[in-house]
């Protein structure tokens, strides 16, 4: 099948990147969002992401334009899914939520349309039970920040048909990424083996082992890490990392799986991590100094 029309459910940070993606490979994307404003803003972002392409000379000023020129917007879901041929859902990592969202995509996008998720950890399977097109559904769980980042691991749900893996697979590669297949298991592997290793370096904070400087620069000099796993967190939501840990807990049952009890307190009292200013880190708009948070700052 010919893919042309995309449709990306959702503007934050991972749906404006893949909107981003898609539109800069002369796809015609449409973004959809519950809000206005949201939409307004994920633009924004696109645009600014592309003048620093062009800055860097990664693209021409012409392509920047070409790539917009791509985009639409839409706060109506069902209307934009009618003539799309392949959707990605990335809207917030809530199980109940998607399974809405692919219901109504199930309605209103044409039999021919492959459904992708985004999901970093929620079951493909149980989220193309919803539809009559389970063969259809697929795992499309692209890293961020997309327009970096080459990974794309893509997930089979037990009804998925190989011919649309294969297809995702080629479609991963014409975007200049590098695609990985894995099965439909909690957590699948990026963030199976990812938050384990965020929710040890929590518990070594939270029980004094060490501070979050220390943590993080042994995990970036010793390991070679780019990025130390509670600055990571922050990056990543802390309310995510939380939420793909209840995922691990209750799909395995082990409590090895189970969250930190300091990140639970943390997202209780809204500290998110760049998203909300706060976490491991304070976050000052315009400012790239790394500062820890006043909780976990030395005394003295």
Not at 214 to 220: G, H
């Amino acid at each position: 099948m010919y893919i042309k029309n995309v449709v990306v459910v959702g503007a934050g940070a991972m749906g404006n990147g893949i909107a981003h993606v898609f539109a800069s490979k002369n796809f015609q994307v449409t973004m959809v969002d519950v809000s206005e404003a949201a939409l307004e803003k994920g633009i924004a972002t696109i645009s600014k992401n592309m003048d620093r392409q062009v800055a860097k000379g990664t693209i021409s000023e012409e392509e920047k334009k070409g790539a917009l020129a791509n985009l639409k917007t839409n706060t109506q879901l069902k209307e934009a899914a009618s003539i799309a041929d392949l959707v990605v859902e990335a809207a917030t990592e809530n199980e109940e939520l998607k399974k809405k969202i692919f219901t109504d995509l199930d309605n209103a996008a044409p039999t021919h349309c492959i459904l992708a998720t985004n999901t970093s950890s929620i079951s493909i399977t149980k989220i193309a039970a919803v539809t009559n097109r389970p063969e259809k559904v697929i795992g499309m769980h692209f890293m961020n920040p997309v327009p970096v980042m080459k990974l794309v691991e893509i997930i089979e749900g037990y009804s998925t048909d190989k011919a649309i893996t294969k297809q995702i697979i080629e479609l991963s590669i014409q975007l200049d990424k590098i695609p990985h297949t894995v099965q439909d298991y909690p957590g699948f592997i990026a963030n199976r083996i990812l938050m384990p290793m965020i929710n040890e370096a929590i518990s070594a904070l939270h029980e004094g082992v060490a501070g979050v400087v220390e943590i993080d620069q042994i995990m970036k000099l010793g390991m070679a890490h780019p990025m130390g796993p509670l600055q990571l967190a922050d990056f990543i939501g802390l309310d995510v990392c939380l939420s793909i840990l209840n995922v691990l807990y209750t799909g395995f049952g082990n409590p090895k799986y189970f969250p930190n009890p300091l990140l639970q307190n943390m997202v209780a009292a809204g500290q998110k991590g760049i998203k909300s200013g706060q976490g491991f880190y304070t976050y000052t708009a315009g400012s790239k100094d790394l500062v820890v948070a006043p909780q976990f700052a030395k005394k003295g």
